[in-house]
Protein backbone atom coordinates (compact mmCIF):
# COMPACT_ATOMS: atom_id res chain seq x y z
CA UNK A 1 0.00 0.00 0.00
CA UNK A 2 1.20 3.33 -0.62
CA UNK A 3 2.27 5.68 1.75
CA UNK A 4 0.82 9.03 2.17
CA UNK A 5 2.20 11.61 0.66
CA UNK A 6 0.24 14.54 1.13
CA UNK A 7 -2.07 16.31 4.20
CA UNK A 8 -5.34 18.16 4.75
CA UNK A 9 -5.61 20.75 7.56
CA UNK A 10 -9.46 21.39 8.06
CA UNK A 11 -9.53 25.38 9.53
CA UNK A 12 -12.91 26.89 8.39
CA UNK A 13 -14.82 26.82 11.65
CA UNK A 14 -16.26 29.80 12.92
CA UNK A 15 -14.67 29.72 16.07
CA UNK A 16 -17.50 30.79 18.27
CA UNK A 17 -17.03 29.30 21.92
CA UNK A 18 -14.06 31.25 21.63
CA UNK A 19 -15.45 34.85 21.04
CA UNK A 20 -14.47 37.50 21.85
CA UNK A 21 -10.99 36.39 21.28
CA UNK A 22 -11.64 34.69 17.91
CA UNK A 23 -13.94 37.64 16.51
CA UNK A 24 -11.12 39.48 14.06
CA UNK A 25 -8.94 36.00 14.12
CA UNK A 26 -8.97 32.96 13.60
CA UNK A 27 -8.89 30.43 16.74
CA UNK A 28 -5.98 28.29 14.82
CA UNK A 29 -4.01 31.32 15.11
CA UNK A 30 -4.17 31.66 18.66
CA UNK A 31 -1.18 31.40 20.78
CA UNK A 32 0.08 28.70 22.45
CA UNK A 33 3.32 29.20 24.34
CA UNK A 34 5.27 30.65 21.43
CA UNK A 35 3.56 29.88 18.42
CA UNK A 36 0.02 29.78 16.76
CA UNK A 37 -2.00 26.59 17.20
CA UNK A 38 -1.79 25.72 13.91
CA UNK A 39 1.96 25.86 13.53
CA UNK A 40 2.57 23.21 16.29
CA UNK A 41 -0.01 21.11 13.58
CA UNK A 42 1.79 21.93 10.48
CA UNK A 43 5.20 21.25 12.29
CA UNK A 44 3.62 17.81 13.57
CA UNK A 45 2.85 16.42 10.17
CA UNK A 46 5.68 17.52 8.54
CA UNK A 47 7.92 15.49 11.24
CA UNK A 48 6.29 12.46 9.94
CA UNK A 49 7.89 13.09 6.37
CA UNK A 50 4.56 14.83 4.57
CA UNK A 51 5.79 17.74 2.61
CA UNK A 52 2.82 18.90 0.64
CA UNK A 53 0.04 20.19 3.10
CA UNK A 54 -3.53 21.93 1.71
CA UNK A 55 -4.98 24.08 4.51
CA UNK A 56 -9.09 24.41 4.27
CA UNK A 57 -9.88 27.90 5.51
CA UNK A 58 -12.92 29.71 5.40
CA UNK A 59 -13.47 33.87 5.42
CA UNK A 60 -11.79 35.71 8.48
CA UNK A 61 -8.95 33.06 8.16
CA UNK A 62 -6.38 34.82 6.22
CA UNK A 63 -4.45 35.52 9.08
CA UNK A 64 -3.10 31.94 8.55
CA UNK A 65 -2.25 32.47 4.43
CA UNK A 66 -0.15 35.54 6.09
CA UNK A 67 1.51 33.53 8.84
CA UNK A 68 2.85 30.60 6.79
CA UNK A 69 4.11 33.39 3.68
CA UNK A 70 7.76 34.12 3.94
CA UNK A 71 8.36 37.43 5.01
CA UNK A 72 11.44 38.75 3.31
CA UNK A 73 11.56 42.41 4.22
CA UNK A 74 11.64 40.86 8.01
CA UNK A 75 13.66 37.83 7.48
CA UNK A 76 16.22 40.62 6.10
CA UNK A 77 15.98 42.67 9.36
CA UNK A 78 16.40 39.45 11.43
CA UNK A 79 19.36 38.10 9.63
CA UNK A 80 20.59 41.44 10.44
CA UNK A 81 20.45 40.70 13.94
CA UNK A 82 20.92 37.15 14.08
CA UNK A 83 17.47 36.10 15.13
CA UNK A 84 16.18 34.61 12.46
CA UNK A 85 15.23 31.37 14.35
CA UNK A 86 12.14 32.34 16.41
CA UNK A 87 9.96 32.73 13.15
CA UNK A 88 11.52 29.80 11.48
CA UNK A 89 8.59 27.25 10.72
CA UNK A 90 9.57 23.99 8.85
CA UNK A 91 11.49 23.57 6.31
CA UNK A 92 11.90 24.84 2.63
CA UNK A 93 10.71 22.10 1.22
CA UNK A 94 7.37 22.02 2.13
CA UNK A 95 4.67 22.89 0.07
CA UNK A 96 1.77 25.06 1.79
CA UNK A 97 -2.07 24.95 -0.31
CA UNK A 98 -4.81 26.46 0.37
CA UNK A 99 -8.86 26.46 -0.44
CA UNK A 100 -11.80 27.87 0.78
CA UNK A 101 -15.09 25.81 2.51
CA UNK A 102 -17.34 29.19 1.71
CA UNK A 103 -20.31 27.48 3.83
CA UNK A 104 -18.86 25.66 6.93
CA UNK A 105 -21.21 22.75 7.15
CA UNK A 106 -19.34 20.12 8.98
CA UNK A 107 -15.94 18.03 8.88
CA UNK A 108 -16.48 15.86 6.12
CA UNK A 109 -17.36 18.93 3.64
CA UNK A 110 -14.21 20.65 4.73
CA UNK A 111 -11.82 16.97 3.78
CA UNK A 112 -14.24 16.53 0.95
CA UNK A 113 -12.80 20.12 -0.18
CA UNK A 114 -9.62 18.49 -1.00
CA UNK A 115 -10.39 15.38 -3.20
CA UNK A 116 -8.73 17.05 -6.32
CA UNK A 117 -5.34 18.03 -4.26
CA UNK A 118 -5.45 14.57 -3.12
CA UNK A 119 -6.33 12.80 -5.89
CA UNK A 120 -6.09 9.05 -5.89
CA UNK A 121 -4.03 9.01 -3.29
CA UNK A 122 -4.24 8.01 0.52
CA UNK A 123 -3.51 11.37 2.94
CA UNK A 124 -3.76 12.56 6.22
CA UNK A 125 -6.02 14.58 7.58
CA UNK A 126 -5.18 16.80 10.85
CA UNK A 127 -7.49 19.16 12.16
CA UNK A 128 -6.17 22.78 12.73
CA UNK A 129 -7.13 23.21 16.42
CA UNK A 130 -6.02 20.02 18.56
CA UNK A 131 -2.03 20.16 19.20
CA UNK A 132 -1.01 16.38 19.93
CA UNK A 133 2.11 16.94 22.31
CA UNK A 134 4.64 14.01 22.18
CA UNK A 135 8.68 13.51 23.11
CA UNK A 136 9.36 13.04 19.24
CA UNK A 137 7.32 15.37 17.02
CA UNK A 138 5.58 13.68 13.89
CA UNK A 139 5.60 10.09 16.13
CA UNK A 140 1.90 9.69 16.35
CA UNK A 141 1.72 10.44 13.40
CA UNK A 142 4.26 7.94 12.17
CA UNK A 143 2.41 4.83 14.04
CA UNK A 144 -0.85 5.94 12.62
CA UNK A 145 0.48 5.23 8.83
CA UNK A 146 2.10 2.60 10.13
CA UNK A 147 -1.28 0.69 11.35
CA UNK A 148 -3.24 1.93 7.99
CA UNK A 149 -0.71 0.86 5.70
CA UNK A 150 0.07 -2.79 7.60
CA UNK A 151 -3.47 -3.69 7.52
CA UNK A 152 -4.05 -2.15 4.31
CA UNK A 153 -6.88 -0.45 5.81
CA UNK A 154 -9.51 2.09 4.10
CA UNK A 155 -8.86 4.50 7.42
CA UNK A 156 -6.95 4.89 10.41
CA UNK A 157 -7.82 6.79 13.30
CA UNK A 158 -6.19 8.35 16.06
CA UNK A 159 -8.19 7.63 19.99
CA UNK A 160 -7.44 8.87 23.39
CA UNK A 161 -9.11 7.23 26.49
CA UNK A 162 -11.58 9.54 28.44
CA UNK A 163 -13.73 9.39 31.35
CA UNK A 164 -17.02 7.65 31.07
CA UNK A 165 -18.96 10.75 31.55
CA UNK A 166 -17.21 12.75 28.50
CA UNK A 167 -17.87 10.28 26.08
CA UNK A 168 -20.99 12.34 24.79
CA UNK A 169 -18.50 14.99 23.85
CA UNK A 170 -16.81 12.56 20.69
CA UNK A 171 -17.26 10.12 18.26
CA UNK A 172 -16.85 6.82 20.26
CA UNK A 173 -15.32 3.59 19.15
CA UNK A 174 -17.06 0.17 19.08
CA UNK A 175 -13.87 -2.39 18.95
CA UNK A 176 -13.58 -5.24 17.01
CA UNK A 177 -12.24 -7.78 19.06
CA UNK A 178 -9.61 -7.04 21.75
CA UNK A 179 -7.91 -3.68 22.38
CA UNK A 180 -4.85 -2.91 22.21
CA UNK A 181 -2.76 0.33 21.52
CA UNK A 182 -3.58 -0.82 17.54
CA UNK A 183 -7.23 -2.19 17.39
CA UNK A 184 -9.28 -2.53 14.60
CA UNK A 185 -12.69 -1.20 14.73
CA UNK A 186 -16.50 -2.31 13.86
CA UNK A 187 -18.09 0.95 14.49
CA UNK A 188 -18.21 4.56 15.51
CA UNK A 189 -20.66 6.23 17.56
CA UNK A 190 -20.86 10.14 17.24
CA UNK A 191 -21.42 11.68 20.91
CA UNK A 192 -23.60 9.04 22.20
CA UNK A 193 -25.31 8.84 25.91
CA UNK A 194 -23.47 7.23 28.84
CA UNK A 195 -25.36 4.35 28.89
CA UNK A 196 -25.04 3.72 25.25
CA UNK A 197 -21.00 4.38 24.89
CA UNK A 198 -19.64 1.12 23.27
CA UNK A 199 -16.09 2.65 24.96
CA UNK A 200 -14.18 5.00 25.93
CA UNK A 201 -12.07 5.85 23.43
CA UNK A 202 -12.55 9.26 21.40
CA UNK A 203 -11.42 10.18 18.12
CA UNK A 204 -8.65 12.59 18.78
CA UNK A 205 -8.23 14.77 15.71
CA UNK A 206 -5.99 12.62 13.83
CA UNK A 207 -6.76 10.46 10.48
CA UNK A 208 -5.40 8.50 7.69
CA UNK A 209 -7.67 7.80 4.72
CA UNK A 210 -7.94 5.96 1.34
CA UNK A 211 -9.39 8.02 -1.45
CA UNK A 212 -12.43 6.15 -1.15
CA UNK A 213 -13.37 8.02 1.46
CA UNK A 214 -14.65 10.87 -0.67
CA UNK A 215 -17.44 8.66 -2.36
CA UNK A 216 -18.47 8.29 1.29
CA UNK A 217 -18.44 11.69 1.84
CA UNK A 218 -20.54 12.28 -1.00
CA UNK A 219 -23.03 9.31 0.09
CA UNK A 220 -22.99 11.08 3.94
CA UNK A 221 -26.69 12.83 4.83
CA UNK A 222 -26.72 16.28 7.02
CA UNK A 223 -26.62 15.33 10.96
CA UNK A 224 -27.15 17.58 13.84
CA UNK A 225 -27.31 21.30 12.87
CA UNK A 226 -27.32 20.32 9.28
CA UNK A 227 -22.85 19.27 9.21
CA UNK A 228 -21.86 16.67 7.74
CA UNK A 229 -19.83 14.63 9.78
CA UNK A 230 -16.78 12.61 8.99
CA UNK A 231 -18.07 9.81 11.82
CA UNK A 232 -20.45 9.44 9.50
CA UNK A 233 -18.90 8.77 6.20
CA UNK A 234 -16.56 6.70 7.95
CA UNK A 235 -19.66 4.48 9.52
CA UNK A 236 -20.89 3.88 5.77
CA UNK A 237 -17.01 2.83 4.71
CA UNK A 238 -17.50 0.33 7.71
CA UNK A 239 -21.09 -0.93 6.43
CA UNK A 240 -19.37 -1.20 2.93
CA UNK A 241 -16.95 -4.04 4.61
CA UNK A 242 -14.13 -1.81 4.49
CA UNK A 243 -11.73 -2.23 7.21
CA UNK A 244 -10.60 0.66 9.64
CA UNK A 245 -8.17 0.48 12.11
CA UNK A 246 -7.51 2.70 15.93
CA UNK A 247 -4.50 3.71 17.61
CA UNK A 248 -3.96 4.99 20.63
CA UNK A 249 -2.30 7.58 22.66
CA UNK A 250 0.56 6.19 24.71
CA UNK A 251 1.06 7.54 28.05
CA UNK A 252 3.09 11.25 27.49
CA UNK A 253 1.55 12.11 24.50
CA UNK A 254 -1.58 14.57 24.98
CA UNK A 255 -4.17 16.08 23.26
CA UNK A 256 -4.28 19.71 23.63
CA UNK A 257 -7.94 21.06 21.82
CA UNK A 258 -8.00 24.65 21.22
CA UNK A 259 -11.61 24.70 20.79
CA UNK A 260 -13.16 26.51 24.28
CA UNK A 261 -11.86 28.73 26.70
CA UNK A 262 -11.13 26.01 29.30
CA UNK A 263 -8.73 23.81 26.80
CA UNK A 264 -7.48 26.76 25.57
CA UNK A 265 -5.95 27.78 29.01
CA UNK A 266 -4.78 24.44 29.79
CA UNK A 267 -2.91 24.47 26.52
CA UNK A 268 -1.60 27.88 27.05
CA UNK A 269 0.03 27.01 30.64
CA UNK A 270 1.21 23.74 29.68
CA UNK A 271 3.30 24.89 26.84
CA UNK A 272 4.37 28.14 29.05
CA UNK A 273 5.41 25.71 31.68
CA UNK A 274 7.43 23.72 29.04
CA UNK A 275 9.20 26.73 27.73
CA UNK A 276 12.47 26.38 27.75
CA UNK A 277 13.97 30.11 28.21
CA UNK A 278 10.54 31.28 30.57
CA UNK A 279 9.15 27.59 31.66
CA UNK A 280 10.79 27.78 35.45
CA UNK A 281 10.12 31.15 35.90
CA UNK A 282 6.26 30.88 34.49
CA UNK A 283 6.17 28.03 37.21
CA UNK A 284 7.99 29.79 39.86
CA UNK A 285 5.34 32.69 39.28
CA UNK A 286 2.41 30.48 39.11
CA UNK A 287 3.50 28.76 42.23
CA UNK A 288 3.52 32.15 43.89
CA UNK A 289 -0.42 33.35 42.80
CA UNK A 290 -1.55 29.99 43.52
CA UNK A 291 -0.10 30.67 47.32
CA UNK A 292 -1.61 34.13 47.80
CA UNK A 293 -4.36 33.21 46.33
Not at 16 to 36: D, F, N, W
Not at 166 to 183: H, N, Q, R
Not at 188 to 199: G, Q, R
Request: charged residues 25%.
Amino acid sequence: MRQPRKAVIPAAGIGTRLLPATKSQPKEMLPVGRKPAIQYVVEEIYEAGIKEILIVTSQQKRAIEDHFDPDTVLMNRLAQKQAIEPVEHVGSDLELFYTRQSNPTGLADAIGKAEYFVGNEPFIVGLGDSIIASQVPGSVLKRLIEAFTTNQASAAILFQTVDRQSVVKYGIAAPKGEVGPVFEIEDLIEKPKVEDAPSNLAITARYVFSPEIFDYIRQTPPGSGGEIQITDSIRLMLQAGHRVWGVQLDSGEKRYDIGNFRSYFEAFFSFSLADKEFGEAFRDHAEKMLRET
